[in-house]
């Protein structure tokens, strides 16, 4: 008699085999799904991290001192030192001419100017400006710079 191998694998092995993997896809399939949910909308992330900067930018570019001795207006294509930014804020994203971008209505800006030591440069002559833009759903950025009084 002989002894007549097995080729292949059989039906019960094969429906085993079908439903270990099917349990692994679907833990990893809803830890997936609940890492999604759960996670920050990085477009909203990027739009508000792309308005700090840019306004942040637009502060550090204007002059340290006021420059006509003058007080700005409220608005701000008037403000002509990065003081006049203290404690703006807005409901929506504007540019500078303070225009509302209507995609960007559900953000909200606020700025801070405060004099600051940097290293071995006086309060005095550093402001630290801290900018926030919150997005839609409570995403908060916020940017911190500094701006020396480094004109004679």
């Given at each position: 008699?002989?002894?007549?191998?097995?080729?292949?694998?059989?039906?019960?092995?094969l429906?085993?085999?079908?439903?270990?993997?099917?349990?692994?896809?679907?833990?990893?399939?809803?830890?997936?799904?609940l890492?999604?949910?759960?996670?920050?909308?990085p477009?909203?992330r990027?739009?508000?991290?792309?308005a700090?900067?840019?306004?942040?930018e637009?502060?550090?570019?204007?002059?340290?001192?006021?420059?006509?001795?003058s007080?700005?207006?409220?608005?701000?294509?008037?403000?002509?030192?990065?003081?006049?930014?203290?404690?703006?804020?807005s409901?929506?994203?504007?540019?500078?001419?303070?225009t509302?971008?209507?995609?960007?209505?559900?953000?909200?800006?606020?700025?801070?100017?405060?004099?600051?030591?940097?290293?071995?440069?006086?309060?005095?002559?550093?402001?630290?400006?801290?900018?926030?833009?919150?997005?839609?759903?409570?995403?908060?950025?916020?940017?911190d710079?500094?701006?020396?009084?480094?004109?004679?």
């Amino acid at each position: 008699m002989s002894i007549r191998r097995q080729a292949g694998i059989s039906l019960v092995e094969l429906i085993l085999f079908i439903v270990i993997v099917s349990i692994g896809l679907a833990g990893i399939l809803s830890v997936m799904n609940l890492t999604t949910r759960h996670s920050a909308d990085p477009m909203v992330r990027k739009q508000a991290l792309a308005a700090a900067e840019s306004l942040m930018e637009e502060i550090a570019l204007k002059n340290f001192s006021d420059p006509d001795g003058s007080e700005a207006g409220e608005t701000r294509p008037s403000f002509d030192d990065i003081d006049d930014y203290h404690g703006y804020s807005s409901n929506g994203i504007r540019d500078i001419n303070e225009t509302p971008i209507g995609a960007l209505a559900d953000y909200q800006v606020s700025v801070a100017v405060t004099a600051a030591a940097l290293g071995g440069i006086a309060a005095g002559e550093a402001l630290r400006i801290t900018v926030t833009v919150s997005g839609p759903g409570g995403e908060s950025i916020t940017l911190d710079g500094y701006r020396t009084n480094y004109a004679p």
